[in-house]
């Protein structure tokens, strides 16, 4: 009776223990392609914060009930040869059910097919370029709003609380995400018939932008149009304030970072930003974002909201659809609707680019503002 | 068993496809240094290739191999006439021209409305196999190894060790030195069209300085001076992210400036123990070996 | 227009400072130093660095030029001497350069990440009650400052070059180092001398780019790197004047490139230019002939 009462002891056990290991979570694998190094590096940097940020917060949150996300995150040296190696390793390798990235528009080009072919379901968050992104099939998708969806609205916007119609364009013309700003910056200065007087680029390593701004100012311009990157925005504001121009600058996504206001100091007041994220923005979701970056001392920009939201996006996809495969997935994103995220109500559009609200903001007292 | 092998070939089919690339544009550095010439044009060349080949499949919807033929000769025919004022120029003052020429190039094409200046051409559909690469480089081997033994092989020898001696011999160098950079054109147009139709899209930025200092490096790494030593270069070259990559969560630690700092470091430790290249390497150390044990011969002697 | 020279001179005599240590190290060993832009970047994070560890700019610049010049003496000793012997070792150097490059980058990123930083604000006064209005544009404190400094470091060169035993010694050694050799010249100090001049001038002229755009960042090099091989080339490999001469055409050019067609010819123009020079003129401004001894 002894040796059944102790078999019936260990099979309970046993029961209780594969139950215990029944009830196990499964494990959602996101693959982060992000430009660690290279031209790109602070903004993979950034992205790869709010990516590990925003799976912890969510495994933490339990909200997927029985599902863990775990983020793997890969180097692609800002060049499309490793991005596409990066994104074989997540589709063969580590068998990733989603994607997020890669940082470079030029990278996502190239990679995303491989992606779409393989039936693994892409969320670029950083990509801007108007056409080959979400236009390669139906696994890509798009959280980063384009330059198009930003900037008519904000210049519109401004237009009519300062009343400017002569404007002088400068743009980065070597960097596919800046050549498109200034592509929708000029489409919109023609819609809004804005008389431009004259136009000057500049490449991506330069500094000295005194030369051209010296030649637009000369042109006398009511408002100056830039579509840079932060690293060269900084460096425009200040030049253009010290040349002696006090009139309004509007940028696009790209000024919107704290490092504009860091390096540009006091020459950044008054300078106008299209912005896809919208940092002082009461809603509880931005407000949730803001607390969990500044608990892990990180300091956001754009590119870090939108990489929370890329992962938001996924982890709601996988509520919906109740399961973590990849088509899964990508079932559930035809299901996002409204979801509350730190760039604003997030819902995809049919051709799976991404909608929400966008802001325009205004430098003052050294922090971004929201213009009503 | 099956399926970790597709599994296997699928994660890493592009590393061996960039590996090819790779190696058949240090092929085309490589050639001109057989003959002492450090012409560093590749970049600009790969882009008219990639370029004219993608132009050619998407707005002229031509087969493949006629984008593939254009985006080869194009790059020859233009070496021409930059070959024959440049090829005057001595050491590193070619060098330079040539990095010159690269850069106009990339800047023409990030002005060119036409191909979309800095966002490139997308959407290429992909043509490129493997076996194409490799058939590629292949061939570019054979062609290298049957150069060697025969009377170009000693012409550009002779070149390389002292241009003005060979000349008093009869060899009319400027006419190897041009056969050579027109060589490297094609090569590095053929390298450019593969990956522009491998790759899905072509963009300037491609196509830098920093791309033909890789390429330089692939060649001299190899070793410049057996015709293996590109492919030598640009394999290892290659592999090494990848295998940093396999690496760093074993070794705990991060990617990125590690990944640079161990390139700068082999590329340290190659130019200084090993100047001819890693080809040399069981030479080197089979000369050492042989050295250690003279000495040790002669000592036991004495 | 004034406003345009005014940019045209500035921006110029940054090139020149870049240009004069890179010209040095070629007219001496016959070797294009690609790590002299790592090294330009490294001097201004350190003067970054001591500034905001509460250093007066007119301490940290010295030292961290003083702190270039000995990087630059490392340099010469673990990537050049070793190469000295070879027969191809201008190209064999060039690499070697290269690897020192991207390892000083590599460690640059590691220890200041990629971001783009600026000195700590009120490092050298600035606003507009410190600019000047001259010939019809604006000029700061700053960049007359730097000009200042720009033509300082040259006259301090040139005196160096020509009026000490140390800079003869470095002539020779330019001239033909088996030569100067016989002479009784220690060449292994002489180049080493001449490496720590350069790199020295590098990273001054890295502290005063940094100072002058406020963008700094492991790979703010790449910019100039480039563009000061224009500028050697144009004012010709190994001639200290002709770099100067060369940075202020180049910077005026540029402006002027910018102001009548545009940015974006700007580059292209700059690197057709160079290209000429070398089909038309390879020893530039003014180059010696290109012959040299071994």
């Not at chain 1, 998708?141 to 364009?169: D, H, N, Y």
């Not at chain 1, 790209?254 to 940092?279: D, H, I, R």
């Not at chain 3, 990629?114 to 404190?141: W, Y």
Request: glycine share 12%; hydrophobic share 50%.
């Amino acid at each position: 009776m002894r040796l059944a009462g102790r078999i019936t002891l260990s099979l309970a056990a046993a029961s209780l223990l594969l139950t215990g290991s029944a009830r196990a979570e499964t494990v959602v694998k996101i693959g982060a392609a992000l430009s660690l190094t290279g031209p790109a590096a602070a903004y993979g940097a950034q992205q790869k914060a709010g990516i590990l940020a925003a799976v912890d917060e969510i495994n933490k949150s339990g909200q997927l009930k029985g599902v863990k996300l775990e983020a793997v995150v890969e180097d692609d040296a800002s060049t499309k040869e490793q991005g596409i190696a990066v994104f074989q390793r997540f589709i063969n390798k580590d068998k990733v059910a989603a994607i997020i990235g890669p940082t470079l528009s030029n990278t996502a080009t190239a990679a995303d097919r491989l992606a779409q072919d393989a039936g693994v379901p892409v969320v670029a968050v950083s990509n801007t370029a108007p056409k080959g992104i979400t236009d390669i099939g139906d696994y890509i998708w798009r959280v980063s709003l384009t330059e198009g969806q930003v900037i008519p609205g904000a210049l519109k916007r401004l237009q009519g609380k300062l009343g400017f119609k002569k404007a002088g364009l400068l743009y980065g013309n070597d960097d596919a995400f800046t050549q498109a700003g200034y592509t929708v910056m000029k489409a919109a200065t023609e819609t809004m018939g804005l008389q431009v007087v004259g136009t000057q680029t500049f490449a991506k390593p330069d500094k000295d932008y005194t030369a051209q701004l010296t030649a637009l100012l000369a042109a006398k311009p009511e408002i100056l149009i830039v579509s840079a990157l932060v690293e060269n925005a900084s460096g425009i504001v200040a030049q253009a304030r010290q040349l002696g121009w006090q009139g309004p600058i509007f940028g696009g996504n790209g000024f919107n970072s704290p490092k504009l206001m860091a390096n540009a100091g006091p020459a950044a007041e008054g300078v106008y930003v299209g912005t896809a994220w919208n940092k002082v923005s009461t809603d509880p979701a931005n407000q949730a974002f803001l607390k969990a970056m500044a608990a892990r001392k990180h300091e956001p920009d754009q590119f870090c909201a939108q990489s929370w939201t890329g992962v938001a996006v996924i982890a709601e996809a996988v509520k919906l659809s109740g399961k973590g495969g990849r088509d899964d997935v990508k079932a559930g994103f035809l299901k996002v609707k409204d979801l509350p995220t730190p760039l604003g109500h997030f819902s995809f559009l049919p051709n799976r680019d991404g909608n929400h609200e966008p802001a325009l903001q205004v430098v003052k007292d050294g922090k971004f503002q929201i213009v009503p | 068993m099956w399926e970790q092998l597709s599994d296997f070939y699928l994660t890493y089919q592009s590393t061996f496809a960039y590996i090819g690339i790779n190696a058949l544009l240090a092929f085309s550095v490589y050639v001109s240094l057989s003959c002492g010439q450090l012409a560093l044009g590749s970049a600009g060349f790969a882009a008219i290739g990639a370029y004219a080949s993608a132009l050619v499949t998407m707005k002229a919807d031509l087969p493949f191999p006629v984008a593939l033929a254009v985006g080869t000769l194009l790059p020859a025919l233009v070496a021409v006439p930059l070959g024959l004022p440049v090829l005057r120029l001595k050491g590193i003052f070619l060098a330079i021209a040539t990095i010159g020429f690269g850069e106009v190039v990339r800047l023409g094409l990030v002005n060119w409305e036409y191909v979309n200046g800095a966002q490139g051409i997308v959407a290429i559909p992909q043509k490129t196999s493997l076996w194409m690469i490799y058939l590629a480089v292949a061939v570019t081997l054979f062609v290298l190894w049957r150069l060697r033994g025969s009377k170009w092989g000693f012409a550009l020898e002779a070149i390389r060790e002292d241009e003005p001696a060979a000349r008093t011999l009869g060899i009319p160098s400027t006419g190897y030195k041009l056969a050579m950079l027109v060589l490297g054109a094609a090569l590095a147009g053929l390298a450019g069209a593969l990956e522009a139709h491998f790759t899905f899209m072509v963009a300037p930025n491609g196509f830098g300085f920093s791309r033909v200092v890789d390429m330089l490096v692939y060649a001299v790494v190899g070793g410049a001076q057996g015709f293996w030593g590109p492919l030598a270069g640009a394999g290892f070259l290659t592999l090494l992210p990848e295998l940093l990559r396999e690496l760093a969560p074993l070794v705990g630690i991060e990617p990125g400036p590690l990944r640079m700092l161990v390139n700068g470091v082999v590329l340290l430790v190659v130019i200084l123990f090993l100047p001819a290249g890693l080809m040399s390497l069981p030479r080197t150390l089979r000369e050492r070996r042989a050295a250690r044990r003279a000495a040790g011969a002669g000592g036991a002697a004495a | 227009m004034g406003q345009q020279v005014i940019n045209g001179l500035f921006l110029g005599s940054i090139y020149a400072l870049f240009a004069l240590g890179y010209t040095l190290v070629f007219g001496v060993l016959d070797i294009l130093n690609l790590a002299h832009a790592a090294v330009f970047m490294v001097a201004t994070f350190v003067a970054v660095a001591l500034v905001g560890h509460g250093l007066h700019i007119l301490l940290a610049l010295p030292l961290a030029v003083l702190f270039a010049g000995l990087l630059g003496l490392v340099l010469e000793r673990v990537a050049f001497r070793p190469l000295r012997a070879r027969t191809d070792s201008n190209i064999s150097g060039l690499i070697s350069s290269l690897a020192a490059a991207t390892i000083i980058e590599a460690v640059a990123l590691e220890i200041w990440g990629p971001n783009i930083t600026r000195f700590p604000f009120g490092t050298l006064p600035e606003g507009p009650a410190n600019q000047l209005q001259l010939f019809g544009g604006t000029v700061s404190r700053l960049q007359l400052t730097i000009i200042a400094v720009a033509v300082l470091l040259v006259l301090a060169l040139t005196w160096l070059v020509k009026g000490t035993r140390l800079g003869r010694e470095v002539r020779a050694v330019a001239e033909s180092p088996r030569a100067a050799r016989v002479l009784g010249v220690n060449v292994d100090r002489a180049i080493a001398a001449a490496f720590f001049i350069s790199s020295a001038l590098g990273g001054a002229a890295g502290v005063l780019y940094g100072l002058a755009f406020n963008s700094i960042s492991p790979d703010m090099g790449r910019g100039v790197e480039l563009k000061g091989l224009a500028v050697i080339i144009l004012g010709g490999m190994g001639s200290m004047p002709g770099a100067v001469l060369a940075g202020f055409a180049l910077g005026l050019t540029e402006v002027f490139v910018v102001a009548s067609l545009g940015g974006s010819w700007r580059d292209a123009i700059s690197f057709a230019g160079l290209f000429l020079i070398l089909l038309v003129r390879p020893r530039g401004l003014m180059g010696a002939a290109v012959t040299r001894e071994a």
